[in-house]
């Protein structure tokens, strides 16, 4: 069967469908994810992607969410005039003040409008809960893109980079100092230094503290 909607999967949300279960926030089937809610800035910027089968899926609205459900901003997006694959067309968002809220756990709900050949309905799918706040400490923000497209995504449209929020720190142990030499050999086999580029080998941990856990999508 020929899906109407793809959501990629290399979204920095990850949605789920409307009578679906939900991924993380506020429940989830292992216990050590339902503390977990992913985390943004308010400066941070969001950007979705959406694939509509032509003819069959009309449009896309997206609407943030609170944690009452209350509708607080409307995300504007763009339908691109060529196919991506399949007879797919692209719409994609981008957004750097959506975030911009009062500290607060949010969601975005997409609104799609389908026509199944008979009447028109709507599909809602729902982002897991993310938490928005000025700075979360010990946090680094990702951007991501790519040369090519892949990964579901068409990074030739619209927006072509995303931004993830995630966990992460330099460990304390395992730091290495080092340096890149060129050096000069004499003939009478005396070693002269010419440059020496020093450099720090370091370890990244990515997720929070023990307690807590990302989740599987995340990690994958």
């Known amino acids: 069967m020929t899906l109407i909607i793809k959501i990629p999967v290399a979204n920095p949300l990850r949605f789920y469908a409307l009578n679906g279960s939900s991924f993380g926030y506020p429940a989830h089937e292992n216990s050590w994810m339902a503390h977990y809610c992913q985390k943004f800035n308010q400066t941070d910027k969001l950007a979705i992607q959406v694939h509509l089968k032509e003819k069959y899926a009309l449009g896309v609205t997206a609407i943030l969410q609170d944690e009452s459900e209350n509708q607080i901003d409307t995300m504007t997006g763009t339908i691109s005039s060529t196919f991506y694959q399949d007879d797919y067309r692209i719409w994609s968002m981008s957004d750097a003040s ?93 070693v002269v230094k010419l440059e020496s580029v020093p450099y720090n080998v370091e370890s990244w941990v990515f997720g929070p503290p023990e307690e807590e856990s990302l989740t599987g999508w995340q990690i994958s």
């Open 98 to 190: 959506v975030l911009d809220q009062e500290e607060g756990v949010y969601r975005v709900a997409l609104s799609i409008s389908v026509n199944d050949g008979e009447v028109i309905s709507e599909k809602i799918y729902y982002s897991e809960w993310f938490y928005i706040a000025e700075s979360h400490d010990d946090t680094v923000l990702l951007n991501y893109t790519n040369d090519v497209n892949d990964f579901d995504i068409d990074f030739d449209e619209g927006e072509n980079s995303f931004d993830f929020r995630v966990e992460a720190g330099v460990m304390s142990e395992g730091f290495k100092p080092g340096s890149k030499d060129e050096v000069y050999i004499e003939q009478v086999r005396k």
